[in-house]
């Protein structure tokens, strides 16, 4: 399985960017796809997920209302619309994927087997 971010950007605060990641590599029933995001001198964090099949999301708590995940099945394509930016979603974004997580799990990185190259996003004050 392979996943390509795309999309991050610089943007001033209150405005809005949308992430894109492209999977591809093999059939996506029962996966749950992701975003985490790391910035500088912090660890990987939790932003959002989704499963393949169905409409159930999950997001941290700090995104809640801002950001918005969704997905394309017959693009195999995630998606990561977010609003009202701030300085602090300033961080390089990841998605990741993984057939096998658990609800419980789904806010955890080490839940997730297959991930993309990041993708920067800068929010300037």
């Known amino acids: 399985v392979q996943l390509q971010a795309s999309g991050g950007g610089s943007v001033q605060a209150g405005g809005s960017l949308r992430l894109s990641c492209t999977i591809s590599?093999?059939?996506?029933?029962?996966?749950?796809i992701g975003w985490f995001r790391q910035a500088p001198g912090k660890e990987r964090e939790f932003v959002a997920a989704?499963?393949?099949?169905?409409?159930?999301?999950y997001y941290a708590d700090s995104v809640k209302g801002r950001f918005t995940i969704s997905r394309d099945n017959a693009k195999n394509k995630l998606e990561l619309q977010m609003n009202s930016l701030k300085p602090e979603d300033t961080a390089v974004y990841y998605c990741?994927?993984?057939?096998?997580?658990?609800?419980?799990?789904?806010?955890?990185?080490?839940?997730?087997?297959?991930w993309g190259q990041g993708t920067q996003v800068t929010v300037s004050s």
């Open positions: 989704i499963k393949w099949s169905g409409d159930t999301t």
């Open positions: 590599g093999g059939t996506f029933r029962g996966y749950v």
């Open positions: 990741a994927s993984d057939p096998t997580i658990i609800t419980s799990r789904v806010r955890l990185e080490l839940a997730y087997r297959y």
